[in-house]
């Protein structure tokens, strides 16, 4: 399966530290993207990162992603309350079409 | 980016009714995609909607149980048949405007079924 597995399922820090998620896939894949979900609403694009890239910004938003280890990491720098969310990994293969994980859900404390 | 209007936002059901759920963009797409999101779960793919074709179902999801129709390219529908409680989901439409691979979302319908 193309399918992300999110780690961990759940994270739960203080206003001003880093959170970071992790996503993991099995085969080989186009580009990864991440996505933010509110209180299970609509999921808004936060950023793609293709195969040929290593490492991509987005203000406080950082991706890595190692091809080798089929893995690519999220990192939200200076945490902030309103970055409460569910954070999911979509991986695209030759389908094109994003395949979902499940996600790791954030909370960040005031 | 794509604006899109989902409705509703939810419903409470009977078991045995339907349910069409709407999704209207403001921009022409080719491709519109369904998701059901179960509680706790990821996103599952339920069809691929392009306008002028009959929709293209994942497995596991058959056209009985949720008929789409794509009338045109800003438009699309998905039914939820003779609901069961097990149908209880969110529902998200999206698109991939310009086929610049990242999605736009709906703001999903929230289905209770009792």
């Known amino acids: 399966s193309q399918q992300g597995e999110e780690d961990p399922q759940a994270l739960s820090i203080q206003e001003g530290e880093n959170a970071t998620m992790n996503c993991s896939y099995k085969?080989?894949?186009?580009?990864l993207q991440w996505y933010r979900q509110n209180s299970g609403r609509g999921l808004v694009h936060l950023i793609l990162?293709?195969?040929?890239?290593r490492e991509k910004h987005s203000g406080r938003l950082r991706v890595t992603l190692d091809t080798s280890k089929k893995s690519s990491s999220l990192l939200i720098t200076a945490s902030r309350a309103a970055d409460t969310a569910s954070y999911f990994c979509?991986?695209?293969?030759?389908?094109?079409?994003?395949?979902f994980g499940r996600g790791t859900s954030l909370i960040v404390h005031p | 980016s794509a604006v899109i209007s989902q409705k509703p936002s939810r419903d409470i059901c009977q078991r045995g009714t339907s349910l069409t759920i709407q999704c209207q963009v403001d921009?022409?797409?080719?491709?519109m995609f369904w998701y059901r999101q179960q509680p706790g779960q990821s996103l599952t793919l339920i069809a691929t909607a392009n306008q002028g074709s009959e929709a293209t179902y994942e497995s596991g999801f058959v056209i009985d149980k949720f008929p789409i129709s794509r009338p045109n390219l800003t438009f699309s529908t998905l039914t939820v048949s003779n609901m069961s409680p097990e149908d209880s989901s969110i529902y998200l439409c999206?698109?991939?405007?310009?086929?610049?691979?990242?999605?736009?979302f709906g703001s999903g319908t929230q289905l209770s079924v009792l």
């Open positions: 085969t080989s894949i186009n580009n």
């Open positions: 979509a991986v695209v293969g030759g389908s094109y079409i994003p395949t």
């Open positions: 990162i293709r195969s040929n890239e």
């Open positions: 921009s022409q797409v080719t491709m």
């Open positions: 999206s698109v991939d405007e310009g086929g610049n691979e990242k999605l736009f």
